[in-house]
């Protein structure tokens, strides 16, 4: 079992950027495929990144592709997503995840995940 606590949301401005993070007790965090997700009151959990055990496969949703950045550090057990170019849309609730099967953009395909934290983009 793991245990994810994402953090380092804030309100910036448009066109800043931001990283979230996300720290995993537990298992042992290399078992395991990362996501980042994201969620609007009353959607569905969307896409944001994926990547694998290590960081030779990570994929990003078209909508984030070339301005957000994933990584992760099995060693710390932590992942991060560095967020550029912010614009207002981005304001939501972004969760980090983990799964013990292939990385996938389906959030049912994850196993844990962390509470949330909360990004908002002014214009």
């Known amino acids: 079992q793991v245990q994810l606590v994402d953090s380092g949301g804030g309100q910036v401005q448009a066109g800043a950027s931001l990283s979230v993070s996300c720290a995993a007790s537990?298992?042992?965090?290399?078992?395991?495929?990362v996501g980042w997700f994201r969620q609007v009151s009353g959607k569905e959990r969307e896409f944001v990144a994926g990547m694998g055990r290590s960081e030779n496969f990570v994929e990003y949703s078209d909508s984030v592709k070339g301005r957000f950045t994933m990584s992760r550090d099995n060693a710390k057990r932590t992942m991060i997503l560095q967020m550029n170019s912010l614009k207002p849309e981005h304001t939501v609730v972004y969760y980090c995840?983990?799964?013990?099967?292939?990385?996938?953009?389906?959030?049912?395909?994850?196993?844990?995940w962390g509470p949330g934290t909360q990004v908002t983009v002014y214009s």
């Open positions: 537990g298992a042992p965090f290399s078992w395991y495929v």
């Open positions: 995840s983990v799964g013990r099967t292939d990385c996938s953009r389906n959030p049912d395909e994850y196993d844990y």
